[in-house]
C-alpha cells in the first residue's frame, strides 16, 4: 500500500514542471500584469493533468493563482488580502455586500458545482456555474 502513495505521488511530481512567466498563456499574463507585481513572483508552476494542463502563479506574499490550460483565471487566493475587484464578477459582488457588508472576498474560484467567494470572515459564498447565489457555508 505504502508502495502506491509512492507511485502515485512520484507521478504527480513528475506532472509539476517549473517554467517562466513568458510561458504562460497570454490571457494568464495579463491578468498577472494587470492586477498584480510581477517582480514580487515566486514561482510559475506549469501542472500538467490527465486531460489538460493548468498553471500556478504564486506570489512571495503566498497569494495564489490558478488558471485553466488556456489562461483564464480558475482561482485567486489572496490569504488575508482583499482578491482585485475587477477579478470578481460585480453580481458577486453585489451578493456579498449583501449578506456580508463589512467582509473583503479574499479567495474567489471554481469549486465542485460552480463558484465560491471566501471572505475573511471565514464564510462562503456560493453560485452555480451562471453566477446564481446558491447559499453560504461556514
Known sequence: MALVAVMCSLNSCANDQLITFAQLPEAAQKIVQTHFDVNNIAYVKLDREFVGKDYEVRFNDGTELNFEGDGSLKKV????????EALVP????????????????VEWGKDDRGWKAELNNKLELKFNSKLEFIGIDD
Not at 487566493?77 to 482585485?84: F, G, L, N
Not at 460585480?90 to 456579498?96: A, D, G, N, S, T
Open 77 to 84: 487566493d489572496c490569504k488575508y488580502q482583499a482578491v482585485p
Open 90 to 105: 460585480e453580481v458577486v459582488r453585489q451578493q456579498v455586500k449583501a449578506q456580508a457588508p463589512q467582509a473583503l472576498i
